[in-house]
């Protein structure tokens, strides 16, 4: 079996990093307002651009700028300056839908990715657009057979892309899915004039709603369900059979979600993808990998349309179900290298041998450990209070500023 490209969400340095230290092959991010996460998180900006082309090399990775909301003349110039910035930094592709991000990229000879926002659903859409592109994000309504359908005619007809290499196919893998049609969303728009399409949505669909017939007045609750609000698409359990479809890339959701879900994501798919290779993928294995993937924010999982489903599985609750939290303890201040410690201020609630902890940072990523010593004021001790400042044995460096938490369990509503 081949052994397909792990792509993790990059919403700031934090996750950046996170996506980098976890295994992943490539990571995808926004720059200020033109991608459809520029509502839910805060995103780069082009000043960032090098430094984030500086890590990806570092580490060989490859990175992909997310360009792929609706344009409008008055962006035709950002969109310009965006690409032209973005190719002399040496991010590697875009992820566009817009004919003129997709021309405009061309015109300087940067490497195209077809969002799935296109809604790609055929082997003849993706001729059309290997002229234009070497990779292709298929609809997130389409099953596994129609995907392996696609893969072996793009082998059999030996479809390349600009860069003169087969076309390859790339699928959602695990995150949040949406009520609409492969992300293409007007409900926001109409409610409150924030467009979905240009990654402003107020998540509408993810409340709960009382059905009314306009003649009788009579009233109706749909079976306690969020019935607009898909669970989390989740592929780690029969990853053997995508890798067999054909797919060269898996593409992990959550450029809106912290650091620690990136971390926890990547590094489960990572394993799993490795086990594909390697033959050692087993139903043990997929079991602890579902446990710590309900560890970080969820919204319970389901196999999307991948295996024949032809109706959406909705979540029952608002919110996470994830299965711990973090509990914000306090910041960095100081690294010693030679001892490999790090001391914390400590800002909110206590801290106490045998403790997860999760440390974040622009630099650090998201690194989680077990407390096993502590000390205060060169005196070791079992518990740190708010006041007090800590020093922690670690195998990782910490930097200032870097902010401190404990992990504990959430208790979900049934």
Not at 37 to 65: G, H, M, Q, W
Not at 72 to 93: F, G, M, P, R, W
Not at 280 to 305: A, C, D, H, P
Not at 346 to 362: H, K
């Amino acid at each position: 079996m081949q052994h397909i490209e792990l792509m993790a969400p990059a919403g700031n340095f934090e996750s950046l990093q996170a996506a980098l230290d976890n295994g992943a092959n490539s990571v995808y991010f926004g720059v200020e307002q033109l991608n459809m996460r520029a509502r839910a998180t805060v995103n780069f900006t082009i000043a960032d651009l090098p430094e984030i082309a500086r890590r990806c090399a570092k580490k060989n990775v490859r990175s992909y700028l997310t360009l792929n909301t609706i344009i409008y003349d008055h962006d035709l110039s950002i969109v310009k300056t965006l690409l032209k910035q973005a190719k002399e930094a040496n991010i590697t592709a875009v992820i566009a839908m817009d004919q003129a991000v997709i021309a405009s990229a061309r015109e300087i000879g940067m490497e195209v990715h077809i969002s799935t926002q296109l809604n790609i659903t055929n082997i003849e859409t993706v001729k059309f657009y290997s002229l234009f592109a070497d990779t292709m994000v298929l609809s997130r309504e389409l099953s596994l057979r129609q995907v392996k359908k696609i893969t072996e005619q793009i082998e059999k007809d030996q479809i390349k892309g600009p860069s003169g290499r087969l076309v390859e196919i790339e699928i959602f893998g695990h995150g949040a899915l949406c009520m609409a049609v492969s992300g293409k969303c007007y409900m926001s728009l109409h409610s409150h004039n924030s467009s979905a399409n240009r990654g402003a949505c107020k998540q509408n669909c993810r409340k709960k709603y009382t059905v009314i017939d306009q003649e009788t007045g009579f009233e109706m609750e749909l079976d306690n369900e969020y019935i607009m609000s898909p669970k989390d698409l989740c592929t780690i359990d029969f990853l053997d059979e995508i890798v067999d479809a054909g797919i060269k890339v898996l593409k992990i959701e959550g450029r809106g979600r912290a650091p620690e879900y990136v971390a926890k994501v990547i590094k489960c798919y990572r394993d799993a993808i490795d086990s594909v290779a390697n033959k050692t993928y087993s139903k043990e294995k997929v079991i602890s990998w579902m446990q710590e993937l309900e560890k970080v924010y969820n919204r319970g999982f389901w196999s999307g349309y991948y295996l024949g489903q032809k109706l959406g599985e909705w979540s029952n609750s608002s919110g996470s179900h994830a299965t711990q939290k973090k509990v914000y303890l306090g910041k960095g201040t100081h690294f010693y290298p030679k001892a490999n410690i790090g001391e914390f201020k400590i800002e909110a609630f206590d801290i106490t041998v045998g403790d997860t902890i999760l440390i974040t940072g622009p630099t650090t990523g998201a690194k989680e450990m077990e407390v096993r010593e502590m000390m205060i004021n060169d005196v070791k001790s079992e518990i740190g209070s708010k006041g007090d400042l800590v020093t922690i044995p670690m195998d990782f460096r910490i930097r200032p500023s870097d902010k401190l938490y404990k992990i504990v369990e959430n208790k979900v509503e049934a």
